[in-house]
């Protein structure tokens, strides 16, 4: 059962962002600190790759733990509506699964940011330095 209206459920919903999340402006932020520079949001990639490093055919992902069903405590899915959950939460791992596996294919490398990882930032900006250095 569902705690909340359905007025409050589409509320909420409708303020959910797929583009320029708060993690993803804190990665870019930090990249563009560290002198790295690139793109966004390119369409004519598999997934439209949030950070995309044309000259070195790198992307990252910059995931939402609940949305891309990361295993972490912010990943699980909710008690209400299971079938539902469950359901969403599979495809959107399957299509991120697909959508790596075309981009290796096309020779392109990825790495996924999880949005609980941002919290020791610079660990993580240390894993995306030796990501974006190793051929």
């Known amino acids: 059962m569902d705690t909340r209206t359905p007025e409050q459920r589409?509320?909420?919903?409708?303020?959910?962002?797929?583009?320029?999340t708060g993690p993803e402006l804190i990665?870019?932020?930090a990249l563009?600190?560290?002198?790295?520079r690139f793109r966004l949001h390119r369409r004519n990639l598999p997934g439209s790759p949030d950070i995309?490093?044309?000259g070195r055919k790198k992307v990252i992902f910059v995931h939402g733990c609940f949305w891309h069903g990361h295993d972490?405590?912010?990943?699980?899915?909710?008690?209400?509506r299971?079938?539902?959950?469950?359901?969403?939460?599979?495809?959107?791992?399957?299509?991120?699964k697909r959508n790596r596996e075309e981009l290796a294919r096309?020779?392109?490398?990825?790495?996924t940011v999880w949005e609980c990882e941002i919290k020791d930032l610079e660990g993580l900006l240390e894993r995306l330095r030796k990501f974006l250095?190793?051929?």
């Open 10 to 20: 589409r509320k909420i919903m409708q303020a959910v962002k797929s583009k320029n």
């Open 27 to 29: 990665v870019r932020r």
């Open 32 to 36: 563009f600190a560290l002198g790295y």
């Open 52 to 54: 995309v490093f044309p």
């Open 72 to 80: 972490c405590k912010r990943g699980a899915a909710p008690k209400s």
């Open 82 to 96: 299971e079938d539902f959950w469950n359901e969403k939460l599979q495809k959107n791992r399957q299509r991120d």
């Open 106 to 111: 096309l020779g392109w490398r990825t790495y």
């Open 133 to 135: 250095t190793d051929g």
